[in-house]
T-cell receptor, first 111, second 115 residues
Framework: GQQVMQIPQYQHVQEGEDFTTYCNSS?????IQWYKQRPGGHPVFLIQ?????EVKKQKRLTFQFGEAKKNSSLHITATQTTDVGTYFC???????????FGTGTQLKVEL | NAGVTQTPKFRVLKTGQSMTLLCAQD?????MYWYRQDPGMGLRLIHY???????AKGEVPDGYNVSRLKKQNFLLGLESAAPSQTSVYFC??????????????FGPGTRLTVL
């Protein structure tokens, strides 16, 4: 089945620094979703990317879908302590709207 | 709306015991899912349902059974718990008007420890 690699696994940053996580697939994707999970919480949907080369922004978060639709990235500008959590990419696999999740990138922000 | 709720929030079992995790959603969603989350492994799909009365296997179905007797409920059963089933279990649901595009809404999770 489809596999998705997410890097890095962990990232420590000082508050105010930027952060990027990458998601790479072995096959061409129809679309990709991003979720955020706060410590002790549950995954929450952030965004879906569909078009080749698509770029979407949510305040300090910028999401990109690669031209070949095999990779995606999430960039956070000037991190804040509220950004702490694990960020997952997820792609649809097969019927039933099943999602395959990446292994996630755990972000820690230090003051 | 309560969204997706899960019962119980925490549970400790002994090896060989059985239990049922309950997931309920009040959003009239067709699709429901059960995942397990282990450190460094992301979320892995156990079973899912595309509608009332239907169930299907996901990525890691062994040792689990599910039932969807009512549209709003999705039950996950462990008949004979094993330490390898120690994990955090998440239920999710989605509306699924168009395949391959839908958002999943997650419950708060159940933390299960099997001794």
């Amino acid at each position: 089945g489809q596999q998705v690699m997410q890097i890095p696994q962990y990232q420590h940053v000082q508050e105010g620094e930027d952060f990027t996580t990458y998601c790479n697939s072995s096959t061409t994707l129809s679309n990709i979703q991003w979720y955020k999970q706060r410590p002790g919480g549950h995954p929450v949907f952030l965004i879906q990317l569909v078009k080749s080369g698509e770029v979407k922004k949510q305040k300090r978060l910028t999401f990109q879908f690669g031209e070949a639709k095999k990779n995606s990235s999430l960039h956070i500008t000037a991190t804040q302590t509220t950004d702490v959590g694990t960020y997952f990419c997820a792609l649809f696999t097969g019927g039933g709207n099943k999602l395959t999740f990446g292994t996630g990138t755990q972000l820690k922000v230090e003051l | 709306n309560a969204g997706v709720t899960q019962t119980p929030k925490f549970r400790v079992l002994k090896t060989g015991q059985s239990m049922t995790l309950l997931c309920a959603q009040d959003m009239n969603h067709e699709y429901m899912y059960w995942y397990r989350q282990d450190p460094g492994m992301g979320l892995r799909l156990i079973h899912y349902s595309v509608g009332e009365g239907t169930t299907a296997k996901g990525e890691v179905p062994d040792g689990y059974n599910v039932s969807r007797l009512k549209k709003q409920n999705f039950l996950l059963g462990l008949e004979s718990a094993a330490p390898s089933q120690t994990s955090v279990y998440f239920c999710a649901s989605s509306y699924s008007m168009l395949a391959g595009t839908d958002t999943q809404y997650f419950g708060p999770g159940t933390r299960l420890t099997v001794l």
